[in-house]
């Protein structure tokens, strides 16, 4: 990296739990050294026992939190107030000789951060590394209202803001098939990709058992999904795969509702678990507990992790299942999956899709539900690109058999109140991956060294700049292939819409 920055601020809306934070803590200690200071800014403060852990792993770091630099929930400033704060902040703590790593500027959780921030690095010349992890026009389409609101009221002007253009500006992508897709159309993309990490001690997997028998009140096997209430997350697929396979075991998730977008499906998902007495429980490190267990603890102590995630940039189970040796049972994602056989990551758990006999649920209310949720989807569509939205398949050819991450919640729910032996009875002959998911354990993992938070470090500070940078015109076309692929009915899943 040219002309070497003295101060490394990291930028994120927030330190909540999950796959960047992750990433941080563990390419931080890694960085601190080639740096005099280190700036953690985001939006809110981390919980107190994370800061202090990264405050003794990296002693020259420091937090700075400004609400401004938050997500835009409900009620938020007015766009010039909330401006003044943004500058004000970055002003205070972004100079010409400092290296901005800055994650999911192109989520559009905070359109005018990602806007002040993309003109700060072209005044000042602090360089700007751009860490996608998500897109906002990746599925995410309740962001346009919002953004629209804040006065970018184009798609154009949107991706001057998401993808910001400058001649000390670099983007990276977290897998290889978004860096692919972006290095397309801004010169210089880097690849810069989660690392992976030794799992846990053989002493906290004991503590963890004994910690999980008092949470959840009997000894019985745990099946764990390290993430925080998403709708992304499929969770009802988690739950459906977990009686399945175990019918006495648990279903933990680590996170529970972080945003309020997310409560409505989150509220929805949790009353029909408490109402069917499904064996789950939700968020179970959401309550502080000093005896709390880590994550790396928690996958340690479970009988196997799950992910059924409809939609990553890349997500951490994949390599935190090869490397504590547990057997992972996740969802095959198209993005994700040159890259798991590239590292030569071997998962026997992965499937592609559950299918359920049609006979299983009303259809015909499925019907209605999703024309409901199309109509409103395409009314909130950009007129522009409103042409390029594909109807899913299942509406418009029939079939004998649904893929259930396709089903809105409604209908998974449906599926789910069902005894469990009665659709694995009816299930079993239409999914050959699930009695070969059953028996599978272990997997295999990646070569020792590679992707170590060592490496991944060294990546970052050797990314160069491009000679040319990329223009607003670049920016745009940029934007507008993922818009234009993520349009497309293989990417539909009526739960993102709900």
Known sequence: MPEHPRELVVLHYHFRAGGVRRVIELLLPRLAGHFESVTLLGGERPDAEWERAILQRTPSARFAVSKSLSYLEPGFNPVATQRKQIRHSLKLHIKADTLVWAHNLALGRNILLSDEMAVHSAATGASLLSHH???WCDRRWARWPEMRACGFRSLERVSKAAFAAGARVVHAGINSCD???LSRHLPGTAFLHNPWDAGPFPEDIRRTRSWLAWELGDHAPVWLYPARFLRRKNFAEAVLLTRWLNPDGWLVTTGGVSSCAE???AGKLLAAAARRKWKTRFGVLDRTCSSAPTVAGLMGAAE????TSVQEGFGFPYLEGAVSSRRLIARSIPQIQPDLDALGVELPGLYPEVWIPSGLLNLKAERSRQNALIRRWLAALPSSVRHLAEPPRFLEHPSELV???RLTLDAQIEILSIPPAETWAACLPVNPTLSRMSACIGSKRPEAGFLSPEQCAGRLLA????????????TGSTQLEIIRERLESRFFFPILLE
């Not at 990314?463 to 670049?474: A, C, H, L």
């Open 403 to 405: 893929a259930f991450s």
């Open 263 to 265: 409560e409505a499906y």
């Open 179 to 181: 860096t692919a897709l």
């Open 304 to 307: 196997s992790l799950v992910m």
């Open 463 to 474: 990314i160069e700049f491009p000679d040319s940078p990329p223009t607003p015109e670049q």
């Open 133 to 135: 992890h998500d897109f």
